[in-house]
């Protein structure tokens, strides 16, 4: 294991919160590591590029340019690009991380390998392919090291094709022939016309492709010679061979030795044209395989051989039982000699799909957890009582809640259940709006305000705002955080107060409605509601009502609710519980990657992955669920996707709107239900759990999950949608709509603060921050550096505000190097003046202080001149 010393990558954090583990492997492009997304729980990779690869001032562009376009990419069959970009001086990408053997290696190991399985390797590879070339961009560099075989349940292999679209970086001087400025591959399968630095298209690809199939068919490369030169030569000049009279042993089909020599046609015209075209030719020959016709190194006349695992017969060619799944030992055929792999240890004999438990699983292993829940309905008398719900992702807090308040609702209790906005966007107001609608019986819109009968004048002011009932777009007076706000304006606590008298308002018409009856408010999922509402709430359990109320949540590990109170932490379920729901060999691979219990949802998800043909599944939640959408068919994957950005009440058509119109939307989402992958509920429709839309929306590419978010921003005419300014905001930073985005991100943080929701301000200032520093390298804004500059202002002085000092000097005095003199640097050193002096550093602060005083004269504001001179007279004065 390498340690920091030898490689000082490992343990950084690149953006994105990818933390570098370990170095997994070294190539031309640069080095390849194992990298943890933290949020996720989710394993990737992370490539970062050779420094020398990038020596000039286009080299950038340039890894833009190609990052771009591999992150298009979106098919099952090619490695996924997700993120990309600059970390100091490195320019990286993050990508899924594979756990299968490269086809190199494969073959080294296991061949030759069977007919059949050629074909559907080299299928799979066309059908990456074709996904490419429509979108007009050539791998350039195919070859075995880059096409990545998962052995799959059902005796097949999952493939994905590796490293698309930035070989063209690479350029080696040594095998250029006609042009010094020529693309280069891998000169054993670089078609002629790539030889020659002619332009190419995807038909270069299928030459390649052509020289892999010969390969695999062969166990020899069609061209071999001691310099590279010689070999482009040969691929320019040399007719292929006839595989058959290079491998007479194998007796390769007539069928597949006509497919090869036309997909090695030196002439481009003669080739197949696309890679649809490639595919049909191989199943073609494949059928006449199945029909017996031609003849074959593995004769179906062959004894089969017994399963190890359940003794079920299966051909000599097949590699997995299809009975059970278990790898079949075989002895390699002996008319291609290759090195003996080392012995290795099988995985656990598998079950049975028909011993599959019924998904989803039934609700069990939780009596004490709803005993405990059901103790506080008799704690609840004159008072309010809480409880909290405690677990990490996939522990079944939802489940257990749902439980719970139907029991209670059985049992006669007034039960209002509330969840974060569906869009995941923290609308200000949102879910405590849905809680005093169902608590007071108000129309969805809150009524008008002859119905809130019994509200106190602040309560009124409360609704006024929650429901937007008066004009809150006018602006209000710029105010710096060093001065006192002019008569008039409200302040944030003040609208933080008003809205927990709302909510008491609310809980009281809920009492008076529902005489003798328990009032439960369920809150799911605290973690992720939105800042305004959960202070509201946490302000009404600190100070609670005069009537009694029983407040039921739940929220991941470490979240601070904002109040103290009883808490019940989830565990999964018990092995042996486990061990009574699944057949042994699941429950000893469960065991094996889950320890002494298991979280509900890898339950869930390790008995989906082995029903659809997965093994040696992924020992962490995030990868498991990964792995399942990854292997997705491409249009439901697609489908998957714009439910995710659409978010939680993803409407049909919505969903079309953002997907092109060819596609049988209907019967997409029949399959992705049937996967466990979406729920439907009252018409709109949402992943089946929230950390299945993470994932879904983090394993999207980069660049489709751009499109998506850009087209949920419009109607089917061009025009925006009415949606909340917190949606239009995420929409349309994840589009990268950089000046839109910093716009709306602006406007969000200023409203979170007017709200007292200061967690809010900062996330939006967060987020706009690192927007215009991605811009620093992508170069799609005006003057980035004044975007940096103006919103590290702003979030040095939202955290200043939220008290997080040390975080507030770092942020400004980073943004500080950036701006070289104007009121732009002034306003940095009055921040900083000021979280100096709160920090105790008056001598600090006097200093940044009199720098800003100085440049707020020069540049002639009189406006910053004199709040700065109330600065020092407010310190004078404490």
């Given at each position: ?486 008569a008039g304006i409200v302040q944030p606590d003040d609208r933080r107060f008003t809205a927990a008298e709302a909510l008491r308002w609310a809980i009281m018409r809920a009492h008076e409605r529902n005489e003798g009856r328990l009032v439960l408010l369920a809150i799911d999922d605290l973690h992720a509601v939105d800042g305004a509402s959960r202070n509201a709430f946490a302000d009404v359990v600190v100070e609670p009502p005069i009537h009694p109320l029983l407040v039921v949540s739940t929220h991941l590990p470490g979240f601070d609710p904002g109040w103290a109170g009883a808490t019940r932490v989830l565990e999964g379920l018990p092995l042996d519980l486990v061990s009574q729901m699944v057949a042994q060999p699941h429950a000893a691979t469960l065991g094996q990657n889950g320890g002494r219990s298991i979280s509900p949802l890898y339950l869930d998800q390790f008995l989906r992955f082995s029903s659809e043909g997965g093994t040696n599944p992924p020992a962490r939640l995030g990868d498991l669920v990964a792995q399942r959408i990854e292997r997705l068919p491409p249009e439901a994957r697609r489908v998957l996707q714009a439910v995710t950005v659409l978010g939680d009440d993803a409407q049909m058509e919505d969903i079309e709107r953002l997907l092109p119109s060819d596609r049988n939307t209907v019967q997409l989402l029949a399959v992705l239900r049937s996967a466990g ?202």
């Amino acid at each position: 294991m390498q340690s920091r010393a030898d490689d000082p990558l490992l343990g950084t954090t690149l953006p994105g919160g990818y933390v570098i583990l370990e170095l997994i492997g070294v190539g031309g492009m640069g080095r390849v590591y194992r990298a943890e997304q933290k949020a996720l729980g989710r394993t990737v990779a992370v490539k970062i590029i050779h420094p020398h690869l990038l020596g000039d001032e286009s080299a950038s562009v340039r890894f833009i340019t190609e990052a771009r376009a591999a992150s298009r990419l979106n098919h099952p069959n090619i490695v996924s690009v997700f993120d990309f970009g600059k970390s100091g001086n490195q320019l990286y990408l993050v990508m899924e991380f594979l756990r299968g053997r490269d086809l190199a290696r494969v073959d080294y190991e296991e061949g030759p390998l069977p007919f059949r399985r050629i074909v559907d390797i080299m299928c799979q590879v066309l059908a990456g392919l074709a996904e490419a070339h429509h979108l007009g961009i050539i791998h350039r560099d195919l070859k075995p090291e880059n096409v990545v075989l998962e052995p799959m349940r059902t005796g097949g292999d999952f493939v994905k094709v590796v490293d698309f679209g930035l070989a063209k970086m690479r350029e080696v001087p040594s095998t250029h022939i006609t042009s010094p400025g020529i693309v280069c591959g891998t000169p054993d399968y670089m078609s002629p016309e790539q030889g020659r630095g002619d332009p190419i298209d995807g038909r270069s690809d299928l030459y390649t492709c052509g020289v892999l199939l010969f390969q695999l068919l062969t166990g020899r490369l069609p061209f071999e010679s001691e310099s590279p030169t010689q070999v482009v030569l040969m691929h320019l000049t040399v007719p292929p061979p006839n595989p058959l009279d290079v491998a007479p042993a194998r007796n390769i089909p007539l069928p597949l030795v006509d497919v090869t020599l036309r997909a090695m046609e030196k002439e481009v015209s003669r080739r197949y044209q696309t890679s649809d075209e490639f595919t049909l030719a191989l199943r073609a020959a494949a059928a006449m395989l199945d029909r017996g016709a031609p003849p074959s190194s593995v004769s179906v006349e062959e004894p089969g051989v017994a399963c190890g695992s359940c003794g079920t017969m299966a051909p000599r060619n097949q590699k997995f039982c299809g009975e059970c799944g278990a790898r079949i030992s075989l002895q390699p055929p002996m008319s291609q000699p290759r090195r003996i792999a080392p012995p290795v240890s099988g995985p656990p004999p598998r079950v049975r799909l028909s011993s599959l438990p019924e998904l989803p699983l039934p609700f069990v292993g939780r009596e004490r957890d709803l005993e405990w829940l059901d103790s506080f309905r008799f704690d609840v008398d004159r008072t309010l009582a809480t409880a909290r719900i405690v677990g990490e992702g996939g522990m079944g807090k939802t489940r257990l809640l749902q439980e719970f308040i139907h029991l209670a609702s059985v049992a006669g209790d007034y039960v209002v259940l509330t969840r974060p906005d569906p869009w995941g966007a923290d609308v200000g107001y949102h879910v405590l709006r849905e809680a005093i609608v169902a608590l007071a019986s108000l129309p969805h819109g809150g009524g008008e305000p002859h119905e809130w009968r019994g509200a106190t004048p602040e309560a009124r002011a409360g609704l006024m705002a929650i429901f937007g009932k008066k004009d809150r777009s006018a602006p209000h007076p710029s105010v710096n955080m060093w001065s006192k706000p002019p008569a008039g304006i409200v302040q944030p606590d003040d609208r933080r107060f008003t809205a927990a008298e709302a909510l008491r308002w609310a809980i009281m018409r809920a009492h008076e409605r529902n005489e003798g009856r328990l009032v439960l408010l369920a809150i799911d999922d605290l973690h992720a509601v939105d800042g305004a509402s959960r202070n509201a709430f946490a302000d009404v359990v600190v100070e609670p009502p005069i009537h009694p109320l029983l407040v039921v949540s739940t929220h991941l590990p470490g979240f601070d609710p904002g109040w103290a109170g009883a808490t019940r932490v989830l565990e999964g379920l018990p092995l042996d519980l486990v061990s009574q729901m699944v057949a042994q060999p699941h429950a000893a691979t469960l065991g094996q990657n889950g320890g002494r219990s298991i979280s509900p949802l890898y339950l869930d998800q390790f008995l989906r992955f082995s029903s659809e043909g997965g093994t040696n599944p992924p020992a962490r939640l995030g990868d498991l669920v990964a792995q399942r959408i990854e292997r997705l068919p491409p249009e439901a994957r697609r489908v998957l996707q714009a439910v995710t950005v659409l978010g939680d009440d993803a409407q049909m058509e919505d969903i079309e709107r953002l997907l092109p119109s060819d596609r049988n939307t209907v019967q997409l989402l029949a399959v992705l239900r049937s996967a466990g992958m979406i729920e439907q509920e009252l018409g709109g429709f949402r992943a089946a759990h929230p950390l299945l839309r993470e994932i879904a929306l983090a394993t999207t590419p980069v660049a489709v999950r751009r499109d998506l978010h850009a087209r949920a921003l419009v109607g089917r005419d061009g025009e925006p949608l009415p949606l909340p300014l917190e949606v239009r905001a995420l929409h349309a930073y994840h589009a990268q709509d950089t000046f839109e985005a910093l716009m709306l991100l602006e406007q969000v943080a200023d409203r979170a603060g007017d709200r007292g929701d200061r967690d809010g301000s900062v996330l939006a200032l967060r987020r706009g921050l690192d927007l215009a520093r991605r811009e620093l390298f992508r170069g799609e804004l005006d003057e980035p550096e004044k975007a940096v500059i103006i919103f590290s202002r702003k979030l040095g002085e939202a955290l200043a505000r939220a008290s997080a000092l040390t975080d507030a000097d770092g942020v400004l005095r980073e943004a500080l190097d950036l701006a070289a003199g104007g009121l732009e640097r002034a306003r940095l050193l009055a921040a900083l003046a000021f979280v100096a002096h709160e920090r105790g550093r008056a001598k600090e602060a006097s200093a940044f202080h009199a720098q800003a005083l100085d440049l707020a004269r020069t540049g002639g504001s009189s406006d910053l001149m004199a709040s700065l001179e109330r600065m020092r007279a407010d310190w004078n004065a404490g």
